[in-house]
């Protein structure tokens, strides 16, 4: 199988492949640039780099009150990080120009957190004998993101590892650092004060990193610490998410006891949104996730791509889930892609250990609808799948219907399923794939190999099928000059 098209040039779209010019390339409008830093001050005017504002509150009150405009660039500097959730929604009456969030200046990507902090260990109150309560209201005593008032806690970050034991009750708290969180408080298991035990403690509740309107492109980021989605767009247009890392996302209660949390999360009739040359990894849920018909309405995803990306450590990589009544005869969804991503270790996310053991847990791509969809899913390389490549919630290779399946490269161990519910394992592929149409032309083979690092698990692939050429394009590449060693 020839897979040259991994990284081809569109120029039309702007795109230029790494092997190419060595770096991700993307445009914003010419209108006015802001900075923030965290070295400014929010009294400033924030339209130079040496008068920029400090905060994300700034940044949200400047776009909310209509001072930053459509086609306007909002620049972070590089090496900093600022907490918050960013709210993009303009006042109405605005040109359909793309509203730019980026970088500006040397060094890493601005990591743009939504972690609370809790630096003080008054925060605290003992409860009971290896038991500790914290307000998540109390903005005097927390540190980090004070905006959000969410009391629904998804993950604790301890000293740089997740902490993810969340339970349903006090009286679940059992071992050490399990927590409980009711809605105002967070309840921790600990033998002394959690503050006074660590260097550093971040508490990850729900509500989106970046909630995302129409005209919106967002580029060269560091997006991490929401126990919701990392980027949420509800029934927005023109939207863009490239060259950033979205990272330590999800784990907050859903409902009845079930808990989510996508690194992309479209809704409700998304179009145009684009997600490329990304990095995804430590997801507890989905890393790009595209629902339609929530509460019965009829509007569908159109034209909405993911591609050049590369996932790790999530429970899956695409999930499609369609309830409202069929829009039109082609089926919910138009115009949508997942095409040239590397995805490995799918169903190993942080929270894989909490993670409800049930068949389809762990599959690259999750169908959970009523209803077929115009979805291609082509040109990926799939590397070690825990449960299964396709997991759909009824038997039936109906349920593939509307999709366009083919020339990806699948490896998995010895005996993986290839769909879910099915009888079909990886070692007799081609007659699942004479059964249902769909990656005949792929190319498939087993291993027990197993890598943590993307940039280890790309080479295993590139010296064992006829791909080598495009992954070391992908090996080498560079995006916002930053070499892809993990």
């Known amino acids: 199988m020839n897979r040259r098209s991994f990284l081809r040039i569109s120029a039309g779209a702007g795109i230029v492949t790494a092997a190419t010019v060595g770096a991700v390339v993307y445009k914003f409008e010419s209108g006015r640039d802001y900075f923030v830093s965290t070295s400014g ?12 504002w400090q905060s994300i509150a700034r940044l949200n009150n400047a776009i909310a009150d209509g001072t930053i405009r459509s086609g306007d660039t909002i620049k972070f500097r ?4 600022f907490f918050g959730n960013i709210r993009t929604e303009r006042p109405a009456g605005q040109p359909p120009s793309r509203l730019g969030i980026t970088g500006y200046g040397s060094g890493a990507r601005p990591i743009i957190s939504a972690y609370k902090v809790v630096d003080r260990a008054d925060a605290w109150s003992p409860v009971a004998p290896r038991l500790w309560r914290v307000d998540l209201t109390d903005t005097a005593k927390l540190g980090g993101n004070r905006e959000n008032r969410s009391g629904n806690v998804g993950f604790l970050r301890v000293d740089g590892s997740i902490e993810g034991s969340k339970k349903w009750g006090i009286h679940e708290l059992k071992l050490e650092w399990d927590f409980y969180s009711d809605g105002r408080h967070l309840f921790v298991c600990l033998r002394e004060n959690p503050t006074s035990a660590t260097e550093d403690l971040r508490i990850a509740v729900d509500g989106p990193v970046i909630g995302a309107t129409s005209d919106l492109l967002v580029a060269g980021l560091d997006i991490v610490g929401s126990g919701g989605s990392g980027y949420q767009q509800n029934g927005a247009h023109n939207t863009e998410i490239v060259d950033c890392f979205i990272h330590e996302i999800g784990g907050a209660e859903l409902a009845g006891g079930r808990r989510y949390g996508n690194a992309i999360d479209l809704a409700m009739g998304a179009s145009s949104a684009r997600v490329r040359s990304s990095d995804i990894f430590d997801v507890y849920d989905t890393a790009y996730s595209v629902t339609d018909g929530i509460h019965g309405s009829a509007v569908a995803a159109s034209s909405c791509t993911f591609e050049y990306n590369r996932v790790w450590n999530t429970a899956r990589v695409f999930r499609y889930g369609a309830y409202g009544p069929v829009r039109s005869p082609e089926g919910a969804s ?11 270790n799918t169903g190993r996310p942080w929270g894989s250990s909490m993670v409800p053991v049930q068949p389809g847990i762990g599959s690259v791509i999750l169908i959970d609808g009523h209803h077929p969809a115009g979805i291609e899913f082509s040109r990926n390389t799939i590397f070690n799948a825990y449960d299964s490549y396709i997991a759909t919630p009824a038997a039936g290779h109906d349920k593939l219907s509307g999709y366009t399946m083919d020339h990806n490269v699948i490896v998995l161990r010895p005996q993986t399923r290839i769909q879910f519910p099915g009888r079909y394992v990886v070692d007799n592929a081609n007659a699942w794939a004479a059964a249902t149409g769909q990656d005949s032309n792929s190319e498939w083979f087993q291993t027990l190999a197993f890598f943590p690092s993307p940039h280890d698990a790309m080479k295993y692939v590139a ?21 892809c060693a993990y």
């Open 463 to 483: 010296r064992h099928s006829d791909t080598a050429e495009d992954l070391h394009r992908l090996l080498t590449s560079n995006r916002s000059g930053r070499t």
């Open 334 to 344: 138009t115009g949508c892609s997942v095409n040239s991503n590397f995805c490995m």
């Open 41 to 52: 001050n929010d009294s400033n005017s924030g339209v130079t780099r040496d008068d920029p």
């Open 78 to 81: 590089r090496g900093d990080e």
